[in-house]
Antibody, heavy 120, light 111 residues
Framework: EVQLLESGGNLVQPGGSLRLSCAAS????????VNWVRQAPGKGLEWVSG????????YYADSVKGRFSISRDNSKNTLYLQMNSLRVEDTAIYYC?????????????WGRGTMVTVSS | QSVLTQPPSASATPGQRVSISCSGS????????VNWYQQLPGTAPKLLIF???QRPSGVPDRFSGSKSGTSASLAISGLQSEDEADYYC????????????FGTGTKVTVL
């Protein structure tokens, strides 16, 4: 079964850091683009970051550029999101999403999400 | 802040047809295909339409998508109670070094 499983969400203080992980299974992880998408409580979807099938250039939303860093370890079938200088407005469910082909493709597989709460 | 604009809500009775619009610009819908996602309450989003009008395997043909210029639309015919959900359009945007953009979301209610 094709699956994505996020982990690492937690309660963190403003200015703190957190690293999210997304473990992939059931498909050849190394041949697909992958992304992070978040959803603040009661709000809509917001794309956060994306990375191509190789460790090529990353893409970031303006709201996280310079604070978040996306990476992947194809040997471990895992996607990461390093989040630094966290702000209250970063509070959201963070979803990992697989592209149909490339980083700019539609997201055909989504994980269940992991909750990040930034609060003092 | 969402770049693509959708109506906040839409509703219809079972069996009827409902349509959701999605308005963008030349850097996103105008130059790339549109994708639609369905999000049932308390669950992760699910891909409904890709490539503006293509359905993934398993998606009923009651769902259809179209695109014209810088706008797109999703139509649900033969509306069913299980279609009550939030729907989001999305596209790749060629501006600002490249990014995905989502619509504001539309809540569909089955009356």
């Amino acid at each position: 079964e094709v699956q994505l499983l996020e982990s690492g969400g937690n309660l963190v203080q403003p200015g703190g850091s957190l690293r999210l992980s997304c473990a992939a299974s059931g498909f050849t992880f190394s041949t697909y683009g992958v992304n992070w998408v978040r959803q603040a409580p009661g709000k809509g979807l917001e794309w956060v970051s994306g990375l191509g099938e190789t460790t090529s250039r990353p893409y970031y939303a303006d709201s996280v550029k310079g604070r978040f860093s996306i990476s992947r370890d194809n040997s471990k079938n895992t996607l990461y999101l390093q989040m630094n200088s966290l702000r209250v407005e970063d509070t959201a469910i963070y979803y990992c999403a697989k592209g149909r082909n490339y980083v700019w493709s539609a997201f055909d597989i989504w994980g269940r999400g992991t909750m990040v709460t930034v609060s003092s | 802040q969402s770049v693509l604009t959708q109506p906040p809500s839409a509703s219809a009775t079972p069996g009827q047809r409902v349509s959701i619009s999605c308005s963008g610009s030349s850097s996103n819908i105008g130059s790339n295909t549109v994708n639609w996602y369905q999000q049932l309450p308390g669950t992760a989003p699910k891909l409904l339409i890709f490539g503006s009008n293509q359905r993934p395997s398993g998606v009923p043909d009651r769902f259809s998508g179209s695109k014209s210029g810088t706008s797109a639309s999703l139509a649900i015919s033969g509306l069913q109670s299980e279609d009550e959900a939030d729907y989001y359009c999305a596209a790749w945007d060629d501006s600002l070094d490249g990014r995905h953009v989502f619509g504001t979301g539309t809540k569909v209610t089955v009356l």
